[in-house]
């Protein structure tokens, strides 16, 4: 029975992302610097792969949001991105809101996730969680199950 569901997740995988399309699966990103993510994720960009956010994705990490294409992102039911404002280490390494950052990270979020951002009050230095149903209504769905059977899991 494992054999004949492995096969049919692959045929499933097959007929949606297509045999030549590599798979980048986010699943615990918790984020960084935002210019090692804006490299990272225009490169993606380019190569054409899909995105599954399969898990939490914050801070940096949601810059895939506006560097990859929407089509070629989607989402599983564990899927949650965490949103706050940028931070520079301040005096004892405590964080300190870097308003100009915090801007430009805005500014490359698409304009569904801007709107969802200023409905709760904009980037603050709290994190705020987008998932579940409003992410599902946003981002399309993905079977993971299909893509994990097929594919190797990708971290980067």
Known sequence: MKLVTGILAAVLLLAGVGASHAVMRISDDRGGR?????????????????????????????????????????????????????WDPGAGGRPVTNPEATRMLYEMYPTSIRRWISRRGGLKPRMIFLRGRELANMYRPCYLDAQ???HPTVHR
């Open 34 to 86: 935002i210019g090692t993510y804006v490299d990272r994720f225009q490169g993606l960009r380019s190569s054409g792969e899909t995105v599954v956010i399969d898990g939490l994705c914050a801070s940096a990490c949601t810059i895939v949001l506006g560097a990859v294409p929407r089509d070629k992102i989607c989402v599983t039911p564990r899927a949650a991105l965490g949103f706050h404002a940028a």
């Open 148 to 150: 994990a059977s097929a």
